[in-house]
């Protein structure tokens, strides 16, 4: 938004308009992800627990200013997801603060439908699906198999960032849908 503000105060509303496209193509962007993940698991998620692999805007950092990960848990709540998210750099202080910052919903249901863990693993057992929203390198490193052994069947990933085999994760048994898919 500030680059549509600092355009139009130059007067090149062209260059704003092109902007705010980009603004509204993104957050399409965010909703249509939230969006395919309701449609593949049977057109609900009430009741069902998603994991989030990553909360931050972008790998190696904790700002998480304008994460994907805050707009796609805001639909699935709205949706009476239940959420688990792991994040090796933001804090679970963060995570509710963004959500509430958003004014969906009392602070008390954001607290009551999504749970901070301190470990991956923690975070998908028992999960129906996994979504990832940040392009942690740890991400690929961990234990598939045994991820896939905890999870609810059938177990679906959506790799917001097509930072997973997608191949390698079929193989073990996984329903894997990258971004563009």
């Given amino acids: 938004l500030n680059l549509v503000y600092i355009a139009k105060s130059y007067g090149l509303h062209e260059v704003a308009d092109y902007w705010e496209q980009v603004i509204i193509m993104n957050d399409h962007q965010k909703r249509r992800f939230a969006n395919k993940i309701v449609s593949t ?8 627990k998603i994991a989030f692999l990553g909360w931050a805007f972008k790998k190696d950092t904790n700002d998480t200013r304008e994460s994907a990960a ?4 805001d639909d699935l709540i709205n ?6 998210v792991f994040d090796p750099k ?3 202080g963060q995570i509710l603060s963004d959500l509430n910052y958003l004014n ?10 999504i749970k901070v863990l301190e470990n991956p693993y923690e975070a998908c ?8 929203l940040t392009e942690w390198d740890e991400f690929r490193t961990y234990d598939w198999h045994k ?5 609810q069947k059938p177990a679906f990933v959506f790799d ?22």
């Fill in 90 to 92: 933001v804090s679970e």
């Fill in 125 to 132: 057992e028992g999960a129906h699906a996994i979504a990832v």
């Fill in 147 to 151: 991820i896939y052994d905890a999870m």
């Fill in 160 to 181: 917001g960032r097509n930072v997973l085999d997608g191949k390698k994760l079929r193989a073990i048994g996984f329903v894997y849908q990258g971004i563009g898919a």
């Fill in 104 to 113: 969906s919903r009392e602070a008390s249901e954001n607290r009551n439908q």
């Fill in 41 to 48: 698991l049977y057109n609900t998620v009430s009741g069902k």
């Fill in 70 to 73: 805050i707009y796609v848990a």
């Fill in 79 to 84: 949706e009476q997801a239940s959420l688990s």
